[in-house]
């Protein structure tokens, strides 16, 4: 079975705080790899894409480990305004057909 | 704009009705899928089509139908087969090859 493990947290930090996140995937040949946040009832909007080994943008770094099958998002100086359910997304199926989503991390920043 | 329309944001459904939700895209993607969202949980694939006139069941297909009649357009039924159909909906689509999916705002359904 196909298989996206998040652990759903939450995660309770200080402004200003690093904290990492990681999801693991059972499908070895999956190809493609996202991070979506998601708001309180909201849709799902893409965060970054994770590429090769990795992806940086800003304060959030994304990292892909083939090996041990995980990749994990990084948040620097974490806001307010970060405080969200944050999804990863994993694809399988021919041509990356579709995603498997994990259940989400839930993070709250408080000041 | 560009983007992904879903509507209505909110739905109501009575016992034994079927019920549609619309989804429209004018960014020109080849793919479209539908998910659901139940509270506390992940995303899970009901349909998805990579072509007109071709789509593809998912994960929990059971009590719900869709068409591909234009590109733009991928509108999901709610069949009264489907006995819990309470849940947030939200259809995406994808560019080809590996791109992301974008979303749309999604539709709220519950049971009257």
Request: hydrophobic share 30%.
């Amino acid at each position: 079975r196909k298989e996206v493990e998040q652990d759903p947290g939450p995660f309770n930090v200080p402004e200003g705080a690093t904290v990492a996140f990681n999801c693991t995937y059972s499908n070895s040949a999956s190809q493609s790899f996202f991070w979506y946040r998601q708001d309180c009832r909201k849709e799902p909007k893409l965060l970054m894409s994770v590429y090769s080994s990795g992806n940086e943008d800003g304060r959030f770094t994304a990292q892909l480990n083939r090996a041990s099958q995980y990749i994990s998002l990084l948040i620097r100086d974490s806001k307010l305004s970060d405080s969200a359910t944050y999804l990863c997304a994993v694809n399988y199926g021919q041509a990356g057909t579709a995603l498997i989503f994990g259940k989400g991390t839930t993070l709250s920043v408080s000041s | 704009d560009g983007g992904i329309t879903q509507s209505p944001k909110y739905l109501f459904r009575k016992e034994g009705q079927n019920v549609t939700l619309s989804c429209e895209q004018n960014l020109n993607h080849d793919a479209m899928y539908w998910y659901r969202q139940d509270p506390g949980q992940g995303l899970r694939l009901i349909y998805y089509s990579q072509i007109v006139n071709d789509f593809q069941k998912g994960d929990i297909a059971e009590g719900y139908s869709v068409s591909r009649e234009k590109k733009e357009s991928f509108p999901l039924t709610v069949t009264s087969a489907q006995k819990n159909p309470t849940a947030f909906y939200l259809c995406a689509s994808r560019d080809f090859g590996n791109q992301p999916q974008h979303f749309g705002d999604g539709t709220r359904l519950s049971i009257l």
